[in-house]
């Protein structure tokens, strides 16, 4: 059974730095794309940034040469480092990771941000 297991994510000040990881078990494969998405309160979820297993990456224009999404294929693990955070950041951020068909959810993990 695979599952998706969050960093625990935190309470930020403005203008912070804090970085996420998922770690992915009960798999040998390594994942064709892996993403995190987000979700404020009263929001959609929305993607936030997703790498394929060749590194190739794409990120919401929200946080664009704030945030870097980086994997170890090895490890099945994805990472999210968010700088320069904003209150509007803040949000239940979720690892996502897909194979063939089959796509995965992590449990979700709050980032706050604020003073």
């Known amino acids: 059974q695979v599952q998706l297991v969050e960093s625990r994510g935190g309470l930020v000040q403005p203008g912070g730095s804090l970085r996420l990881s998922c770690a992915a078990s009960g798999i040998i494969f390594s994942f064709d794309k892996m993403a995190w998405y987000r979700q404020a309160p009263g929001k959609q979820r929305e993607l936030v940034a997703a790498?394929?297993?060749?590194?190739?990456?794409d990120y919401a224009d929200a946080v664009k040469d704030r945030f870097t999404i980086s994997r170890d294929n090895a490890k099945n693990t994805v990472y999210l480092q968010m700088n320069s955070l904003k209150p509007e950041d803040t949000a239940v951020y979720y690892c996502?990771?897909?194979?063939?068909?089959?796509?995965?959810w992590g449990q979700g993990t709050q980032v706050t941000v604020s003073s």
């Open positions: 790498i394929t297993s060749g590194a190739g990456t």
């Open positions: 996502n990771a897909m194979l063939s068909v089959y796509s995965y």
